[in-house]
């Protein structure tokens, strides 16, 4: 059972520039999360998605951001006119609903360099 | 945003020897997770806590979910090379909308051989 799948795991952008970052949950799941880490730091929450739907995007910026996670295909995450500050490890998680549990299962993360 | 007080910030200590490092928040959460992660990697899933005084074993690792349901600790006995990495926690709400994950900085720790 293949984990959850993100790519591009390197991408270089410039400012100015549109970033897309995919990610595929694992199979079963149909919840995803989207969290940024800066260098040294810890994770901090962007969006949560279900099919189609978005739950909570109460961690996403105002401006420039948007996530998708639609009925086929991967998860999205776009940025658009990029600047130096977006420049982060953008990481997916997924997680199914079970017992009134939702553990959540990362996938290996984007790293985006904005120029 | 809200964060997690991780405590220590970093370690460094000799094979064999125990770590312990703890979480402790403001708010009260309904799970607690311990995840791992190695340079370049995304987070793996050590140790998840879901009860309220749960105290939960994954090989050399223990980890506690503390009775106020403020904190949690971690411990690793007899550590090895391959522990090496930054350790996280992270506290979830409950369940509906309220899912997401709130982390600690993490606590680096370094194995000398």
């Known amino acids: 059972n293949a984990g959850v799948m993100q790519n591009p795991r390197h991408l270089v952008r410039r400012r100015g520039q549109e970033a897309r970052l995919r990610c595929s949950p694992m199979?079963?799941?149909?919840?995803v999360y989207w969290y940024r880490q800066l260098p040294e730091e810890g994770l901090k929450f962007m969006v949560y998605l279900q099919k189609e739907n978005i739950i909570d995007e109460s961690g996403m910026p105002k401006e420039r951001f948007s996530a998708e996670f639609p009925k086929e295909g991967p998860s999205i995450l776009r940025i658009q006119q990029v600047v130096r500050g977006d420049s982060a490890a953008y990481f997916c998680?997924?997680?199914?609903?079970?017992?009134?549990?939702?553990?959540?299962?990362f996938g290996p993360g984007t790293r985006l360099t904005v120029l | 945003g809200q964060q997690l007080n991780q405590s220590p910030q970093s370690m460094f200590i000799q094979e064999g020897e125990d770590v312990s490092m703890n979480c402790t928040s403001s708010s009260i959460f309904n799970t607690w997770l311990w995840y791992k992660q190695d340079p370049g990697e995304g987070p793996v899933l050590l140790i998840a806590l879901y009860k309220a005084g749960e105290l939960t074993s994954n090989g050399r690792l223990t980890a506690q979910f503390g009775i106020t349901r403020k904190d949690s600790f971690l411990n690793i006995s007899a550590s090895i090379p391959s522990d090496v990495g930054i350790y996280f926690c992270a506290g979830q709400g409950n369940a509906g909308n309220n899912r997401k994950l709130i982390w600690g900085l993490g606590t680096s720790l370094a194995v000398n051989p």
């Open positions: 998680a997924s997680s199914h609903l079970s017992g009134g549990t939702d553990t959540q299962y």
């Open positions: 199979k079963g799941h149909s919840h």
